[in-house]
């Protein structure tokens, strides 16, 4: 979660002084979740060309509820 969150806070920075978009950045940590529950739902999220025009941190609120979601959702479908 530190890691995602530096980079988010790092995106934020270089659109507000330069202009970049997120996307740009947010390529470079698409494997930072591999292998864990709902990682295949938060890339999702951080690949969805519909949504470069929100904010990073925006996007990841997204992600993380993506990835939870997705999570709970597993859980739900084991037997008892």
């Known amino acids: 979660d530190a890691v995602e969150n530096a980079m988010v806070e790092y995106m934020d920075r270089r659109r507000r002084s330069h202009?970049?978009?997120?996307s740009r950045i947010a390529?470079?940590?698409?494997?930072?979740?591999?292998?864990?529950p709902g990682a295949r739902r938060w890339r999702q999220v951080w690949s969805d060309h519909r949504l470069k025009d929100e904010p990073a941190s925006a996007v990841s609120q997204r992600a993380r509820a993506a990835m939870a979601g997705s999570t709970e959702a597993r859980d739900a479908a084991l037997p008892a």
């Open 27 to 36: 390529r470079h940590m698409i494997g930072l979740r591999n292998g864990e």
């Open 19 to 22: 202009g970049d978009p997120w």
